[in-house]
């Protein structure tokens, strides 16, 4: 208890701070405080997830399938609500992580296989949340899929393969993203953290106080409304990290602005882990500023897709 205790005061009183000399908000101790939340945020969402799977079944009526593991599973709306919001939690972490790491352009001091792990798995939190919100079953779960499959087939080549390997539209339209969610990304997000989470693994103390902090929020926080699938409503979205290529894919074309465009980011990341680029600070802010423009669209999303459904509506 007296370590659990230590370990939340040094995060609360020090994370803004250098050990050694002058202040700094992207300190040491703060970065990897927020390492330690995002891992055990993914832990938590990993079990709870498993105890989900148990009764989720990805064929069939998927909608009143979930409806009924929510409500009539004993503990099913407790550890749905904990697996959301700990899956909310390992994105959000994740994103401040790699912000901290960026902003102080650590990725100088690294291994370039161990930035190029460490991008990775942050890109791959996002299509790990995004396979999620498919498996709800609901309208939005289904317009989420459906607009991944047609987005995947417009990649050259290899596109319509890929489209078969995420999704195979029919009766199976959950099997893919539901293995891909309880599986293969779960395992390559490990795979790539290596040695990172063997020693994120010892720092059970934040862990401790974010599954009880996500566990006490499970009694007030309400669910996003699932939509029957058959219902006639307009404004149907993806999750909230889509929005803004949800927006844009209203006026520009699928591959520019469902694939390039937020690739273009995640590869400038990727190329920060080779010398002959990071040396090079321009390409640094150049990086800097691509985020910069994706969360002003982001923003911009969240404001104009309801009033646009009004509209459309």
């Known amino acids: 208890?007296?370590?659990?205790?230590?370990?939340?005061?040094?995060?609360?009183?020090?994370?803004?701070?250098?050990?050694?000399?002058?202040?700094?908000f992207f300190s040491d101790r703060f970065g990897r405080s927020l390492a330690i939340l995002s891992w055990w945020a993914f832990i938590i969402a990993l079990v709870s997830g498993i105890v989900l799977s148990f009764n989720y079944r990805p064929w069939g009526n998927v909608y009143l399938a979930l409806s009924k593991l929510t409500y009539q599973f004993p503990y099913g709306i407790f550890f749905r609500k904990l697996h959301y919001l700990s899956g909310q939690c390992f994105l959000l972490f994740a994103l401040a992580h790699m912000s901290e790491h960026f902003l102080r352009r650590t990725f100088l001091h690294m291994k370039p296989i161990e930035w190029l792990r460490l991008v990775s798995a942050f890109f791959l939190s996002f299509p790990l949340v995004f396979t999620g919100f498919i498996l709800k079953g609901d309208k939005e779960g289904i317009f989420a899929g459906e607009v991944m499959v047609n987005l995947a087939r417009e990649i050259p080549i290899v596109g319509a393969g890929l489209a078969m390997l995420l999704l195979k539209p029919g009766e199976d339209f959950f099997l893919r993203p539901y293995l891909h969610h309880t599986v293969t990304l779960p395992l390559l997000v490990i795979f790539l953290l290596g040695g990172h989470r063997r020693r994120l693994f010892l720092e059970k103390g934040l862990g401790l106080l974010l599954l009880v902090i996500l566990g006490v929020l499970t009694f007030f926080y309400q669910l996003p409304p699932d939509i029957p699938p058959r219902a006639e409503i307009a404004g149907i979205t993806g999750p909230w990290f889509f929005h803004g290529i949800q927006l844009l894919l209203r006026y520009g074309s699928p591959l520019m602005v469902g694939i390039l465009w937020p690739m273009t980011p995640i590869s400038f990341m990727l190329a920060l882990a080779f010398p002959l680029v990071s040396s090079f600070r321009q390409f640094w802010i150049l990086t800097g500023i691509l985020w910069v423009i994706h969360l002003i669209v982001l923003c911009v999303a969240w404001f104009l897709l309801p009033i646009l459904a009004g509209v459309s509506g």
Do not use: K, P, W
């Not at 230590?6 to 994370?15: M, V």
């Open 1 to 24: 208890m007296r370590r659990l205790y230590c370990q939340i005061a040094n995060f609360l009183t020090c994370s803004f701070f250098q050990s050694q000399g002058g202040s700094s």
